[in-house]
């Protein structure tokens, strides 16, 4: 994913109501920045860190900046979770994940029983649901999910589950936006049903793969699988 428009520095001031960043642009102005992320963004929030955002030229929303990226321990970290839904569905389009190749149909944003699923793709052999989160939390080596209790992140698992129960692939996938991790786990001491769940999906047959993303003020774009731990 290419920014279509160069992005705006300058230096995070602080987050707050959990949608709201205050940010000291490089001319001095201090925005308002609308985040995406609805999580505690833990281990990816640092005052004064630098930080890019977009400019959003609309007059009608309320925030004229959306934050897109901050930099931690000397690389880049992508914030906006609206990012790895587009990437993984540009991705599948493209035959560029090679687990995920050979659909001929790949649509955004589809229902199955009382969930929407971010990603749906079919061929004339099979239907395929795919599910995408955003990681941005680091704990040492390891990439975690989630930063904070997700019943609707467990309610996802769940129809997942019931996907693959009905004979359809069931796929879920982690864009970790950060680079500076080697290996995917859940968030065991902050979401336990969570974590709970996902070990219970993968025994069922629901497909996990967490992919590392490379993060750039010019691009985002997917690259490596890491491996994952469920113990």
Known sequence: ???????????????????????????????VAHTSNSGSMKSCLEEGAEVYLTFVDDPKRKTRYTWEMIRINKSWVGINTVVPNLLVYEAIKNQEIGALRGYSFVKREVKFGDSRFD??????????????????????????FPDAVTTRGKKHLNTLMQVK???????????????????????????????????????????????????????????????????
């Open 119 to 144: 990603v749906f793709a079919s061929n004339e052999d099979e239907e395929c649901f795919i599910e995408v989160k955003n990681v941005s939390m680091k704990v040492g080596e390891y990439a975690r």
């Open 1 to 31: 994913m290419i920014f279509p428009n160069k992005l705006v520095h300058g230096r995070l001031i602080k987050r707050y109501k959990r949608f709201l960043a205050d940010v000291e642009l490089d001319n001095g102005e201090i925005v």
């Open 165 to 231: 129960k009905e004979g359809k692939r069931a796929v879920m996938v982690y864009v970790i936006q950060r680079s500076d991790v080697e290996k995917f786990a859940p968030a065991y001491d902050i979401d336990p049903d969570y974590a709970a769940t996902l070990k219970e999906a993968c025994e069922k047959g629901v497909e996990v793969y967490p992919i590392r993303a490379i993060v750039r003020p010019e691009r985002i774009e997917l690259g490596e699988l890491l491996p994952f731990e469920l113990e």
